[in-house]
Each structure stands twice: as structure tokens, then as C-alpha cells.
């Protein structure tokens, strides 16, 4: 059985934290700090109420305790430093993680008041989350004031990767029941247009997939690309018909977030070496930019066959040349790492930071590569990680 105390809260943003920048010692003995505890806490003490194991130093709870409810949203900007910290695509799924905590908790009532700050109930949770510090600053008064988090170290275990699993399972079954059932055969004149579709822009198939993302982000938008707005204008069957084609149909039934998109990119980035641990967190800081900010950009000025060659059979009798595309050097990289052949060759990402001069270069730049690598790293590991 699930329970709403500290423990499990900073369990919570740990979860969600970003890879890079975030350290718990560091930034949970600032959030009790702030709030007037003035006990000098060392990392284990703070690591025995993360993991629900003691109580929270007493001095915190008087200055909870002494202080007056309208005098909450004083406090919101003691949480800024720890959540700027949070991954900024996984802020949907924070408030997802406390709401189930919170609704698998029988102590607490559906009418209760657990975000003392935005005054939200328990079964409205999460509620308005924009402003992350005042929803993490609500929930945290509750559970110092009204909770125990003694020897509720099963409680913080059951947060683990099932957990959030779980979550994303829940989320994808919910769109799906939202969705509106068709008919799967397609009458003569939609098939018609979806295989025109399909002719029409079949040496471009691989981005065909983001026409659905395109139409989700932004249905009713005159996009750069024509067969983005050319896909948006089709009825759902045709679209869902044509997602079918290329192995995509999961798409169409299905709302698109990034929080949990990424969530998966950036574990299996992790898992087949494709970036080291400190470029990895440029995701999600970065990708929602490129959507917002650059959409209207052309691509005519990058030179995407920029990147050195990493494998060439020494008796080919083929010419290859010297330079490749970013989906070529990732190719290459896993296919030498699956055989085992020795090379120095840089983890992909790592490549193109300094390839691509990331420290300085322009921030569309910035996007554009970063988009071109997540294209480029779906494409090769797709076939991996398929179940």
C-alpha cells in the first residue's frame, strides 16, 4: 500500500530529476535548510529520510508547524533550486507519480488537502502544476505537517521502475479509450489518396511518422515541410491507414508526449553507449525548443554528411567514401561494438558535441543536430529493442 510522506515525495523528484546537475545531498539539505533547520545534516542523515527510514529533524516540523496557512506561498521560492532540477519533460510525469502515491494511501481521504499551497485535494491531484515549486512546496508542507515518515522504507521501494512503468501503461491505455473506433477497411477514394501519399512521398517514408507527431503538436499549422500539412489534412482513416504501411500504427491511437518518449530514448541511449552520462541531459532542455522556436527553420544550410567514416572493409572492392551521415556513423559504431572490433571511435553523441562545437554554437544549430540525432539513433536501434 502506497503512503504520502517525505520520503516517498523525494524519492518522487529523484526519479524525475535530471540526470546531470541534480545531487541529493546537496539540494534536499537546501530545501530543509531554507525552511529554518538549522541542524548541520551530513549526506547519511538526509540518505535515511529519502529512503523513509527517520523523521525529518524536529526544528523543521515546529517551523511548519508555527507557521500560518496564508503565509504557505511565502515559502514557493525555497523550492526553485531543487525544481529546476526536474526534467523538464518529466514534469507531467512528477505529478502523475504523486497522485498515485497519494491515491493508493487509505489514510488519506479523497476531500483531504494535500498541496497546502494550491489549496488541491487529494482526488484532484495533481492539479496545476505550472508553477513546479509551489506543487512540490504544497505537497511538502503536508506531508512534514501530517505525516510520519518513519519506518516507511517498503513504502519508498515500491517507487521503482515498475512503478513508473505502470504509470506510462496507464497513460497510453487511457488515450486509447479516448480514441473514437473506424473502421478499418478504407473506402475505394481513401485508399486511393493514402497510397497516393505513400507513392508520392516514398523516398521521404522515414518521416513520415513525424507527420503524426506534427499533427498532434500542431493539427491546424502551415508546416515548413508540405507533407506534414498535406498528412494533417487527410480523414483518420487514411492517416492511420498510411501509419500502418510504415510500422507505425501505434502512433495514431495515441497521445504524443515527450516526457514519456523521452524517458525510454534517453534509457536505451544509456543502455547501448550511444552518449556519455554527462551530454544526455541536453534532451530535454533542448528538444522542446526546436518545436517552439525553430519550426519554420530550412535545413538547405547543414551539412549532414559531415561525419568521418568509422568502418571500411580493408578488400573492398567498392569506392566508399571517407565522410557519412549521423545515421551512417551510429550504424557503424553499433555495428563494431556488437562484433567486438576494437576502435576509439566516440559514442555518437559525444561525436557530435565536438564535431558540432555544442559549447558555442547557436542554439538552432543546437536543436537542429539534436533532432537530427534522435532520428538518426530511433532509425538504428529500432530493431533492438522491438519485443
Not at 4 to 25: D, E
Not at 123 to 144: H, R, T
Not at 158 to 178: M, V
Not at 184 to 202: G, V
Amino acid at each position: 500500500m502506497s503512503k504520502l510522506c517525505l520520503g516517498t515525495l523525494l524519492t518522487a523528484i529523484k526519479k524525475c530529476a535530471s540526470k546531470n546537475g541534480f545531487v541529493q545531498s546537496r539540494d534536499f539539505t537546501e530545501m530543509f535548510s531554507f525552511l529554518g533547520c538549522t541542524r548541520d545534516m551530513d549526506p547519511s542523515f538526509v540518505g535515511h529520510i529519502v529512503r523513509g527510514a527517520k523523521n525529518p529533524p524536529a526544528e523543521l516540523l515546529d517551523s511548519i508547524n508555527n507557521m500560518y496557512q496564508d503565509d504557505y506561498y511565502k515559502i514557493v521560492s525555497c523550492f526553485d533550486g531543487v525544481s529546476s532540477r526536474i526534467d523538464p519533460n518529466k514534469i507531467d510525469l512528477f505529478g502523475k507519480i504523486i497522485k498515485k502515491i497519494a491515491d493508493g494511501d487509505s489514510d488519506i481521504n479523497d476531500e483531504t488537502v494535500v498541496d497546502l499551497v494550491n489549496r488541491t485535494t487529494k482526488k484532484d491531484l495533481p492539479g496545476e502544476i505550472g508553477n513546479l515549486s509551489s506543487f512540490i512546496a504544497g505537497i511538502y508542507v503536508y506531508v512534514i505537517k501530517y505525516t510520519d515518515n518513519k519506518d516507511k522504507m517498503e513504502c519508498v521501494k515500491e517507487i521503482d521502475d515498475q512503478f513508473i512503468a505502470e504509470i506510462l501503461s496507464e497513460t497510453i491505455a487511457n488515450a486509447r479509450k479516448n480514441t473514437v473506433a473506424v473502421n478499418e477497411t478504407l473506402e475505394e477514394e481513401d485508399e486511393i489518396a493514402a497510397k497516393s501519399f505513400l507513392i508520392k512521398h516514398e523516398k521521404e517514408k522515414e518521416l513520415i511518422p513525424l507527420c503524426q507527431i506534427a499533427f498532434v503538436y500542431r493539427p491546424n499549422h502551415q508546416h515548413v515541410r508540405s507533407m506534414y500539412t498535406e498528412y494533417s489534412l487527410l480523414p483518420y482513416g487514411v492517416r492511420k491507414y498510411i501509419l500502418k504501411q510504415c510500422e507505425a500504427e501505434y502512433l495514431i491511437d495515441k497521445e504524443i508526449h515527450y516526457s514519456e518518449g523521452l524517458h525510454y530514448f534517453l534509457e536505451d541511449l544509456e543502455k547501448f553507449e550511444l552518449s556519455s552520462d554527462r551530454f544526455i541531459y541536453l534532451f530535454g532542455q533542448y528538444l522542446y525548443r526546436a518545436f517552439e522556436y525553430y519550426s519554420n527553420c530550412t535545413l538547405d544550410k547543414y551539412d549532414t554528411c559531415s561525419f568521418i567514416r568509422l568502418y571500411k572493409p580493408i578488400n573492398s572492392v567498392w569506392l566508399m567514401s571517407t565522410h557519412s551521415d549521423m545515421n551512417q556513423y551510429i550504424d557503424d559504431y553499433l555495428w563494431m561494438k556488437e562484433k567486438k572490433i576494437d576502435n576509439n571511435a566516440l559514442k555518437p553523441m559525444d561525436y557530435l558535441w565536438y564535431e558540432k562545437n555544442f559549447e558555442s554554437c547557436d542554439e538552432e544549430s543546437l536543436t537542429f543536430w539534436l533532432c537530427r540525432f534522435i532520428i538518426d539513433a530511433c532509425n538504428n536501434l529500432s530493431y533492438k529493442i522491438k519485443t
